[in-house]
């Protein structure tokens, strides 16, 4: 592992141990590479870890995180959503979080399920892999800024974290129905500082690059992470979890 990869996971495990001070914790997994990178290096630091998913019936985050375990074989547990009750409950939250925002919305009822889920098995703390997406140029936006340069990317970045930052905040505030917390060790400040020190290059290559986040995929493949989850393109929690469809349905 070079020196680079070396700090990176150095400072990843840093993180999570300053964060995470429990050791029985459960993990927001959909089986990519953010995700099962933060699992296996929680479980690799003595962590006694489950990993919860979320989604619709043969939902791809379900079908895709099943497979990703069978190689991990990490302990797993699984919430099917209700269609039946889905409407209802995604209004309630409406209500509670107090905004139109269609991401917040989406990630809000995502968490609701992960915290009934974590509460169910006697969990209190989950952990989640948010802040990789935006400290590591995971979203298509940073591909549409590469061409207007570096600036410009930095400049997508600080709204995206500041964005992720709130919107984690309402997140909370849905899990603490259920008496969870949910953790982000990598949206810690002392991360973000870290992150930003990162190469431009080992994040992003140009506007065509449809994988991005090389360094993390890279770290991931280091650790054994599986190599199928090594390589998945990005899918938002809201679309592998079908959530986004069911709510378009009910506005």
């Known amino acids: 592992m070079n020196e680079m990869n070396k700090k990176l996971l150095e400072q990843i495990k840093n993180s999570i141990s300053e964060t995470v001070k429990v050791k029985k914790i ?7 590479v953010d995700s099962t990178l933060v699992s296996k290096i929680c479980s690799d630091m003595d962590y006694d870890i489950t990993l919860l998913t979320i989604g619709f019936p043969e939902s791809h985050d379900i ?8 190689f991990l074989k990490y302990p797993h547990r699984i919430l099917e959503i209700d269609s039946d009750t889905f409407p209802e409950i995604s209004a309630k939250i409406h209500q509670k979080i107090k905004t139109d925002n269609l991401s917040w919305n989406e990630n809000c009822i995502a968490f609701h399920y992960v915290s009934k889920l974590a509460n169910s098995l006697e969990l209190d703390t989950v952990i989640t892999a948010n802040g990789v997406d935006e400290l590591f140029c995971g979203y298509n936006a940073y591909r549409e ?16 974290l500041d964005n992720e930052l709130k919107m984690m905040k309402a997140v909370n505030l849905i899990a603490s129905e259920f008496g969870v917390k949910i953790l982000q060790p990598l949206l810690s400040q002392k991360f973000i500082e870290y992150a930003k020190t990162v190469p431009l290059s080992k994040k992003i290559h ?3 690059d449809l994988y991005r986040k090389h360094i993390i995929r890279k770290l991931a493949h280091e650790v054994n992470v599986p190599e199928l989850s090594c390589t998945k393109r990005k899918k938002a929690l809201q679309y592998g979890s079908r959530i986004h469809k069911a709510l378009l349905k009910t506005r």
């Open 26 to 32: 459960g993990i927001a997994f959909s089986g990519g």
């Open 63 to 70: 079908l895709f995180a099943k497979q990703v375990n069978a």
């Open 145 to 160: 800024a590469f061409s207007e340069g570096e600036s410009k990317i930095n400049e997508v970045m600080l709204v995206k």
């Open 206 to 208: 140009d506007s065509d």
